[in-house]
């Protein structure tokens, strides 16, 4: 049963989880649902009024204790099912990310302002943090005196904890500077965040250990209205932002200097990819077919028969790592690609990836003036591609730009502006392919949302008769709904050979040459996925274990096994918590090695329901 179902069913109104599921909504959306939401979606007046006591008992004291005291009250939030996660949890090593906000100034604060407008300032602060912070799925864990600790990979984990914990520090800086308090002005805030491994059952007891202390240590030296992160935050996010490099901090507690980073924005790059490895690539290695394949359809395309590519696979496969070779090749050939990136953040978010690629090909500055971002809009939809002025109020519309002054108010109903909206970015593409035939890379499908999903699929029907490839990626479990089509491909990515994955480790150690039986081992553990290859291999060669000769490396003392690299961590653990009865099978799988027989599993694990 999904959370938000179990959530439903929990208030006795499951009978609306299929409207719930239909629109995608997530137990995270829950603290921004309205009345209005609600009835949009069709619910009578007694399960709204359920519903709303139920999202503001989230919203106030069952997400953050009200009370001001420091204990290490765990949220009622949990729900039954967290509950149950997390007893299966117990004792488990995870890595974990901290995330510590606390008020600037809150005793000057506290002495100008009577008890009763203190709290509810305060209140206001818990509410706005506890909204930023479920909005990525943290968990808030407690409260430190005005401080307000949140986990990010607890008792759920996802994929990025850290890039998690940075966004929600960024929103709830932002959400904060718009809270204008009577006679205080703006609250600022302080935000230290921090990764490391801890064991579950000890940071129940408020034994978080490292993180939770370096997170507050970070905060401590943070400027007003800023995020401070520990180094290991930096590497576990790098590329998703700009970091300003702090130097080595002497931090309270702390025998040695520690190195902190100060974040100075999200980062400009164009793709979760692109974020990630920003820094170096590994060599294309293989995927000459699939290669091929791509240039056979955009041959195609270009003759006038608009293609579809699908390509799927498991994360760390390989889909963007082939797309930015495909990129490159069109790029020699003068072929600008287009880029759609959908993303976990935003599945609820309307036309979220084409947002995001008008911002990013306009180049709009957060404070530039509307005038100036229609007149830019404008030279694009207008000039350029010679679509009528009537497209840019529904494309400035849609990229939320106030433009009623410029072209008059409208008088549409939602539906029919929601389909304006469809047909001008679809007639758009048209008019950009038929001046010079186009490629679109829409990456990570899976994350679309709805609205997106529906301007695709006008897109792929019309596509046929015009010069465009479209190229999607999206993961396995992804249903696609455009595979009846002629013009549709579809394309899984298989796992690398062996000799692939080992030409890849040798191009990841340069010259010199890895002792042979761990190069054995990075094979057998990373299974032919390259992200894991090279994140083994990394991990390898940044650690301490190995020290280079002439023309090889040779261990520093004996050889030891290896380990998951900590930028694993997270993507695999979110992976088994999605799988609940699957995890308690790997972890005893982990303590008796790779391959073991449905008997010595059994044996060592209480019985399971396998239904
Ligand atoms: N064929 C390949 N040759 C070399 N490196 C690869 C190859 N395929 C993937 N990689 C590397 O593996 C990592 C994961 O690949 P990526 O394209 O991000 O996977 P996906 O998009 O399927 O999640 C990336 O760092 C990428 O550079
Ligand atoms: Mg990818």
């Not at 718009?178 to 491994?197: E, F, M, Q, T």
Request: net charge negative.
């Amino acid at each position: 049963m999904s959370d938000i179902r179990q959530w439903l069913t929990d208030l006795g109104l499951e009978r609306y989880g299929d409207i719930f599921e239909r629109e995608e909504l997530t137990p995270a959306n829950l603290p921004e649902l309205s009345d209005d939401d609600l009835k949009a979606l069709g619910l009578p007046l007694g399960p709204r009024k359920t519903i709303l006591k139920a999202i503001n008992a989230l919203r106030t004291g069952d997400t953050i204790a009200p009370s001001h005291s420091s204990d290490s009250d765990i949220p009622k939030r949990l729900t039954e099912k967290n509950l149950a996660s997390k007893s299966a949890l117990e004792g488990e090593r995870r890595q974990l990310t901290v995330l510590f906000c606390d008020i600037v100034g809150s005793t000057e604060l506290a002495n100008r302002v009577d008890p009763e407008i203190l709290e509810k300032i305060l209140r206001a602060y818990e509410d706005a943090c506890a909204a930023c912070i479920t909005r990525y799925e943290g968990y808030v864990f407690r409260r430190m005196g005005d401080g307000i600790v949140a986990f990010f990979g607890y008792p759920l984990a996802h994929e990025g904890e850290a890039e998690r914990a940075i966004h929600a520090g960024l929103e709830i800086i932002a959400a904060l500077s718009k809270l204008d308090v009577p006679d205080v002005g703006h609250l600022a805030v302080r935000i230290g965040i921090a990764s490391g491994l801890v064991v579950v059952s000890s940071a129940e007891k408020g034994d978080e250990g490292e993180p939770l202390n370096l997170a507050s240590r970070l905060q401590a030296i943070a400027q007003p209205g800023s995020i401070v992160v520990s180094e290991w935050v930096s590497r576990l996010a790098r590329g998703s932002f700009d970091y300003e490099d702090m130097g080595e901090q002497a931090l309270k507690g702390y025998a040695q200097p520690t190195r902190a980073y100060r974040i100075v924005g999200v980062s400009k790059a164009t793709s979760r990819f692109e974020a990630a490895t920003q820094e170096r690539l590994t060599p294309l290695v293989g995927r000459e077919q699939e290669l091929g394949l791509l240039l056979d359809r955009w041959a195609l395309a270009q003759d006038g028969e608009g293609q579809v590519v699908l390509l799927s696979g498991e994360p760390g496969i390989g889909k963007s790592r082939i797309l930015i070779a495909l990129r490159d090749r069109l790029d020699a050939q003068g072929v600008r690609a287009l880029r759609f990136q959908c993303s976990p953040y935003y599945m609820n978010s309307p036309f979220w990836p084409s947002i995001d690629n008008f911002e990013r090909a306009l180049k709009f500055s957060r404070d530039e003036a509307p005038e100036s971002k229609l007149d830019k809009l404008e030279a694009l939809i207008v000039t350029h591609y010679g679509r009528p002025l009537t497209d840019v109020r529904f494309i400035a519309s849609m990229l939320s730009i106030p433009c009623e002054e410029r072209y008059g108010a409208h008088t549409m109903t939602p539906q029919k502006h929601k389909d304006e909206t469809l047909r001008s970015l679809v007639d758009l593409a048209e008019a950009a392919a038929r001046k010079q035939p186009s490629i679109m890379l829409y990456e990570d499908v899976h994350w679309a949302d709805p609205t997106s999903l529906e301007a695709l699929d006008l897109l792929i029907d019309r596509v046929r008769s015009f010069p465009l490839l479209i190229v999607l990626t999206h993961r396995i479990e992804f249903q696609s709904r455009w595979g009846v089509h002629g013009h549709v491909t579809g394309l899984n990515l298989s796992k690398l050979m062996r000799g692939q994955s080992s030409t890849m480790i040798s191009k990841l150690s340069g010259s010199k040459a890895l002792p042979a039986e761990l190069v054995e081992e990075i094979l057998t553990k990373s299974d032919g996925v390259p992200l894991f290859v090279e994140e083994l291999t990394k991990s390898i060669l940044e650690s301490n274990q190995l020290k280079e000769a002439a023309d090889r490396y040779e261990y520093v003392g004996t050889a030891h096994s290896i380990t998951v690299p900590a930028t694993l961590r997270d993507s695999l653990m979110a992976r088994l918590d999605r799988y609940m009865p699957v995890k308690e099978i790997a972890q005893i799988g982990a303590a008796i090695g790779r391959e073991f027989s449905y008997e010595l599993v059994a044996a060592g694990s209480a019985p399971m329901c396998v239904c």
